[in-house]
């Protein structure tokens, strides 16, 4: 069945600092999301990604979509600790919506 | 709107009780779903709904039943409780359409003891 993989698990980012968090399928998507959920939250819808090799910003975040609909990446320039939390990817294939396991950030002041 | 609301926050039950975990929403969406998740772990599909009196097994639904009985309701049964159903619940809904985005609820941390 489809899978979503999501790497790094874990990252620690001293503030200021940019860093990516990637996102990938096994099968073709129809489209991605990428959510945001703070310690002790729930999931916060961020951005959907629908186009091939399509790329979306939102201020200090860009998302972007692969050219074979497969993978996406989340990059953050300049962290603030407003941006802890674990960022989730979610695929969205044959009408399932499937979620990666998350990057789990941490800023260091 | 509240969105979508779910209730109890907090439970803990006891081995092979059972409870049923509430999700409404008041947003008109006709799919629904619940989700759990794991300490430090992504969200699992349990079930689904695509609208009223349509449910769908998800990626783990042993042990959990759902009914959607209308479009704003979806609860989710657990029948005889196991530690290792002890998870955090999240409802979430969405419309169909271009704009697919899903809203969670604020979720239930069910501790099975």
């Known amino acids: 069945g489809q899978q979503v993989m999501q790497i790094p698990q874990y990252q620690h980012v001293q503030e200021g600092e940019d860093f990516t968090t990637y996102c990938n399928s096994s099968?073709?998507?129809?489209?991605i999301q990428w959510y945001k959920q703070r310690p002790g939250g729930h999931p916060v819808f961020l951005i959907q990604?629908?186009?091939?090799?399509e790329v979306k910003k939102q201020k200090r975040l860009t998302f972007q979509f692969g050219e074979a609909k497969k993978n996406s990446s989340l990059h953050i320039t300049a962290t603030q600790t407003t941006d802890v939390g674990t960022y989730f990817c979610a695929g969205l294939s044959w009408g399932k919506l499937q979620f990666g396991a998350g990057t789990q950030v941490v800023v260091t002041p | 709107n509240a969105g979508v609301t779910q209730t109890p926050k907090f439970r803990i039950l006891k081995i092979g009780q059972s409870m049923t975990l509430q999700c409404t929403q008041d947003?008109?969406?006709?799919?629904m779903y619940w989700y759990r998740q794991d300490p430090g772990m992504g969200l699992k599909l349990i079930y689904y709904?695509?609208?009223?009196?349509?449910?769908d097994k998800g990626e783990v639904p042993n042990g959990y039943n759902v009914s959607r009985s209308t479009t704003e309701d979806f609860p989710l049964r657990l029948e005889l409780a196991a530690p290792s159903q002890t998870s955090v619940y999240f409802c979430?809904?969405?419309?169909?359409?271009?704009?697919?985005?899903?809203?969670f609820g604020s979720g239930t941390q069910l501790s099975v003891l």
């Open positions: 709904s695509v609208g009223a009196g349509i449910t």
């Open positions: 979430a809904s969405r419309l169909q359409g271009v704009d697919e985005k899903l809203f």
């Open positions: 947003m008109n969406h006709n799919y």
């Open positions: 990604l629908v186009k091939s090799g």
């Open positions: 099968t073709t998507l129809s489209n």
